[in-house]
């Protein structure tokens, strides 16, 4: 269940990375739950930055956007993203289990989340020639979320550093090969149902 | 948790009666729905009796009977060769079905010739579902298959078509032993016998039958020979059919023919040409798809003046023999059907909304109207040169659908399958040719005679309006708009016009001094522009809601003005939720509703140009009748009292549904249905497009043709369709301000001729507000901007048009060097120059690109 110290863990996760991680493998401080409460709120922060930024940082047409199916595309990607390290891992003598993953998945996406919308109000404004404070900003989170994320999959799987990095490159294969096998099976099922579909149509044209 | 048997009992019943009562709702509603029927007309068929002629006081044609007579015409008839011709009491001029030279055509040959002989030719799909023709002469004339029978003022030719003949004559190329004993041996002398049975030998596939040797098939004289001693033998082609049955296996291959009647009938001064189509009977395996009926009725030879009228867009003319013998004109009346009409639409066309045509001679004019059966039709009018020495204008008549559907997993010729309808549709085909005399025979004479005609049948009715003309404001409301809360899009309304800021506009208008505002209101009521469907009425609160509407409407009809609510029936956008589509739209034989949008300029293809409000369904006719009821039922509590019909004027759909098809024809009968109770319930109709079928409810009629298609083969450009009908409906075309090109002058003089009034397309707010919407086709509409230009423009054309409202158009003459001359019925004259050079036509001096008024 929810409680005040799980959800505050994600802010101890970010300034204690190692011994934050370490604690949700071992001792469970971790919540699936406000992991994706946290994706959540980037994917809609995200959406907010592309949507309301000052026009001097944003080249992308507001009409565009629509923030339930990026909300949505971010929630898949995560899923993905911890479905194929999973699958890699478990090769790999990984300790972490699925909920992990995912927990710290999320928990790295939080200095985003915390960034995007207090940027995207900044750049309202900033002038044309100011536009590095904002990309400072939103850089330092996002490298923030990747030093997160690569020393919560080592920390989680026990795994050393450079074996970390192979087996994000092999979980980055696999995500491609997630992809590649649902849409192939996409496109059977849709070629099965235009067979069906013809069947039909032939047999009341003909019959 | 277990449930217990009684609550898991009381569920499933539950659910039953669910799916139960929800089947039940839809049959009701919508499988066994047809109030439509009650619309349909119903044909009757006059019995015949045994053709006489007639006693002929004075033979007017030699070589014909006469067949019928009244005070005005003579029908003759050459029992022969079935041909007509009609002889005009008044002026001695015979109009004939066939050309009576056409032995003397040095063009026409082989089946041009049979093409010139016939009264009509059927298109069929045959056994191989390929398309083949069949004229009348070849196969039914000339080989005596018809009867003639006598009608009360006419008389009807039944045809048998089809080829009864065998390439042996009546000998079997196959018989049993002894059936070619039996009765043709048997009764023959010795000597012919033996020459017979010498020509057959003993089947190697067939045993116990006899073949006819390879050499005496391929030797006509040896045929012959065999053929009169057959019949000699009293062999008959029944005989000749029961050994083709018993070679086949008792099978017997039934013969591709149609029997098809053809009524002709005098009445008053008109010939009424009929094909009660009910009674075509079809045998074998042909299957007719269509008719094209008395194409040389009247027409012209190749050293004779004169042209052919054809209801292109506004209207066209094409001269006899002008040379442009490469191109015909094709046209379909009231545009294509919407199950038919292709995706892509290699030109942007003007529809022909009149089912008239004509042919004018020296001295004489034939003016035809399709009565019945006109939505099924294209008019087709060739010049000489090409096939034969004749120009000619007929009808070519739809009488089975038909669609080539394409096949998945199929490449190639092959993927496309024809689909036929299983029967051919029920109605009278119906032409009626007008004969004018001397002094009418002109284009301008046909449009005189047609007006009056309409004038006697009550459909229009002359000199209601007089003073100013109307000025047409088509006021943009509502408009459908994609908004954003956080990122997360909707659909909204944009407001581009409030009720009360129409008022603004209005007023300015009236400041002025234009006071018969004729206002169209687009986008009042269940969501703007592309409203839901009009099955109720919930007039959009952003625009200000009912009190508004009704304040409108106020200001309008007290200072002469009027306020009409735009509605679109029949095009329903996919933006609608309170419409089924799956069950209330039209179908294509495969099944798919009926899907349209825009057309793209740039790639000519049909699409929802990225707004899915432009993407719309086309309503079935068959729920056309349950959305109007509906609708007029929540009209009465609104409080404005006339309706602009968007579409229903305007085009016309059939359902390909396969249970339940309702063609073209019998739409039309729906929609004439609907609009007269559209008609009682409101004051006033405004009708955009403005097919003939919808004159006589209409008081105004926007959007009509301005203009004709320059197709290749036609001359000249005329106002056919507004002489027709100026001083008897008010009318306008485009809005002047959304016109592709802007040069005042050629706007202004189009107005002229054409007697139209002025119309613009105008809104509050800016149109770059909707340059992202499915209405970005109004690029131009801020009443700003062209508040101005539209009072001048209304003032000129006003200064010269009011000394003419009210009055009909009774002549229109093309003059030499550009300058054309309209004179209407109350004395006045306008005069159009459209050359750059000013002209002097008698005492009048026409300005370059400028017109002059006579006769005030």
């Given at each position: 269940m929810l409680n005040k110290e799980k959800l505050l863990y994600p802010f101890y996760v970010i300034s204690h990375p190692f011994d934050g991680f370490y604690e949700i493998r071992h001792r469970n401080k971790g919540s699936v739950t406000v992991a994706l409460m946290i994706v959540f709120l980037f994917g809609l922060s995200f959406s907010i930055t592309r949507r309301y930024a000052g026009f001097v940082v944003n080249r992308i047409n507001p009409r565009t956007v629509n923030s339930i199916a990026e909300i949505f595309s971010v929630m898949l990607a995560v899923l993905l993203f911890s479905a194929a390290n999973w699958s890699i891992t478990c090769l790999m003598e990984g300790e972490g289990r699925f909920r992990d993953i995912i927990t710290v998945a999320g928990y790295s996406m939080l200095p985003m989340a915390l960034t995007f919308i207090p940027t995207t109000i900044l750049s309202w404004f900033i002038a044309a020639d100011e536009e590095n404070l904002y990309y400072l900003i939103n850089g330092v989170s996002i490298i923030l979320f990747v030093f997160l994320l690569l020393v919560g999959i080592m920390t989680v799987h026990g795994f050393s550093f450079g074996k970390t990095l192979i087996t994000l490159f092999l979980t980055f294969v696999s995500v491609i090969l997630i992809i590649f096998v649902v849409l192939l099976l996409f496109y059977l099922v849709n070629q099965v149902y235009l067979f069906l579909e013809s069947l039909y149509t032939e047999l009341i044209m003909r019959v | 948790m277990r449930k217990k048997p009684g609550v898991r009992l009381i569920i499933t019943l539950a659910a039953v009666f669910g799916l139960a009562a929800y089947a039940a709702y839809l049959c009701i509603n919508y499988?066994?729905?047809?109030?439509?029927?009650?619309c349909l007309a119903e044909y009757a068929y006059e019995s015949g009796s045994a053709f006489t002629p007639l006693e002929d006081s004075e033979k007017s044609i030699p070589k014909m009977v006469l067949a019928a007579e009244n005070d005005i015409l003579k029908l003759y008839t050459n029992t022969k060769t079935t041909e007509i011709a009609v002889y005009d009491k008044r002026s001695g001029v015979i109009t004939w079905s066939?050309?009576?030279?056409?032995?003397?055509?040095?063009?026409?040959?082989g089946r041009n010739r049979i093409a010139l002989n016939s009264q009509f030719m059927v298109s069929y799909y045959d056994k191989t579902m390929t398309e083949a023709t069949m004229y009348?002469?070849?196969?039914s004339v000339e080989r005596g298959q018809y009867e003639i029978e006598k009608l009360e003022n006419g008389i009807r030719y039944i045809y048998f078509l089809g080829d009864l003949t065998s390439p042996t004559g009546i000998v079997p190329p196959i018989i049993q032993i002894e059936r070619l004993e039996q009765m043709v041996l048997s009764k023959l002398d010795e000597k012919d016998a033996r020459s017979i049975r010498s020509n057959y030998m003993e089947s190697k596939d067939h045993p116990g039958f006899l073949e006819l040797t390879s050499g005496i098939i391929v030797s006509k004289v040896g045929l012959q020979k065999m053929n009169k001693l057959f019949e000699q033998a009293g062999y008959t082609t029944e005989d000749f059919d029961y050994d083709a049955a018993l070679a086949a296996g008792g099978e017997v291959q039934e013969r591709t023919t149609f029997t098809i009647p053809l009524e002709y009938r005098l009445a008053g001064d008109r010939l009424e040409v009929t094909i009660p189509a009910a009674e075509i009977i079809e045998t074998g395996s042909g299957k007719i798809f269509g008719i094209s009926l008395?194409?040389?009725?009247g027409a012209g030879g190749i050293d004779e003046e004169g042209y052919i009228l054809v209801p292109n867009g506004s209207g066209s003319l094409i001269y006899f023999?002008?040379?442009?013998?490469?191109e015909r004109y094709n046209q379909y009346i009231y545009g294509p059907d919407e199950t038919a009409r292709s995706l892509t639409v290699v030109e942007e066309t003007v529809k022909a909304r009149l089912p008239v045509f004509g042919i004018k001679k020296e001295n004489s004019a034939v003016f035809c109207e399709i009565t019945g059966g006109d939505t099924l039709a294209n008019i087709i009018a060739n010049v000489s040169g090409n096939l034969n020495s004749y120009n000619n204008v007929y009808p070519y008549f739809t009488l089975r659908g038909s669609e080539k559907v394409s096949m998945f997993g199929v490449e190639g010729i092959s993927a496309d399958v024809p689909t036929l309808e299983k029967n051919i549709y029920e109605l009278d085909l119906k032409i009626n040719y007008y004969f004018l005399e001397q002094k009418d025979a002109s284009y301008s004479g046909m449009a005189n005679y047609y007006r009056n005609k309409l004038i006697d049948d009550g459909i229009l009715s002359p000199g209601k309006d007089s003073g100013s003309i109307p000025f047409y404001l088509d006021v943009l409301g509502g408009v459908k708009r994609r908004e954003s809360f956080l990122g997360v899009p909707y659909m909204g309304i944009y407001q581009m016009t409030g009720f009360d800021e129409a008022q603004l506009i209005v007023k300015e208008f009236q400041k002025n001094n234009i006071n018969n505002i004729r206002v169209n209101y687009l986008g009042w009521f269940n969501g703007g522009y592309y409203h839901d469907a009009a099955k109720n009425i919930k007039i959009d609160r952003v625009l200000g809601g009912r009190k508004g509407l009704e304040k409108l409407n106020e200001l309008l009809s007290e200072s002469g003005g009027r306020l009409y609510g735009d509605v679109a029936f029949q095009s329903i956008s996919f933006e609608s939720d309170n419409f089924n589509w799956r069950l209330e739209s039209a179908r294509y034989y495969s099944g798919f509703v009926v899907v349209h949008g825009r057309t793209n300029p740039a790639t000519l293809r049909t699409s929802g140009m990225g707004y899915y409000e432009v993407l719309h369904d086309v309503i079935s006719p068959k729920f056309l009748v349950r959305h109007i009821d509906k609708f007029l039922n929540a009209f009465e509590k609104v409080n404005i009292d006339n309706l602009s019909l968007r579409d229903l004027g305007d085009i016309i759909t059939s359902d390909k549904h396969r249970t339940n098809i309702i063609n073209r024809q019998e739409a039309k009968q729906v929609i004439m249905r609907q609009l007269e109770k559209l008609d009682a319930n409101c004051e006033h109709l405004m009708i955009n497009g403005g097919n003939a079928y919808t004159w006589a409810y209409a008081s105004d009629i926007a959007g009509?043709?301005?203009?004709?298609?320059?197709?290749?083969?036609?001359d000249e450009e005329i106002p056919f369709y507004q002489m027709v009908i100026h001083g008897c409906i008010n009318y306008t075309s485009k809005p002047i301000n959304l016109s592709g090109t802007y040069d005042r002058q050629d706007i202004l003089l189009k107005l002229l001729e054409y007697g139209a009034a002025p119309r613009f397309t105008l809104s509050y707010r800016d149109s770059s507000e909707i340059k992202y919407t499915g209405l970005n086709i109004f690029y131009s509409t801020h009443y700003e901007t062209w508040l101005q230009d539209a009072a001048d423009i209304y003032h000129e054309v006003n200064e010269v048009l009011k000394h003419v409202a009210g009055s009909t158009i009774s002549g229109h003459f093309l003059l030499d060097g550009g300058v054309r001359k309209i004179v209407y019925d109350n004395g006045c004259v306008i005069y159009i120059n459209k050359s750059s050079t000013p002209r002097n036509i008698g005492s009048v001096t026409i300005p370059a690109k400028g017109y002059a008024l006579e006769g005030v």
């Open positions: - | 499988y066994f729905y047809n109030e439509y029927a009650e066939n050309p009576p030279d056409r032995d003397k055509d040095a063009i026409a040959s009348n002469y070849d196969f008395l194409s040389f009725f023999n002008n040379g442009k013998k490469t009509i043709p301005d203009g004709h298609n320059p197709y290749h083969i036609v």
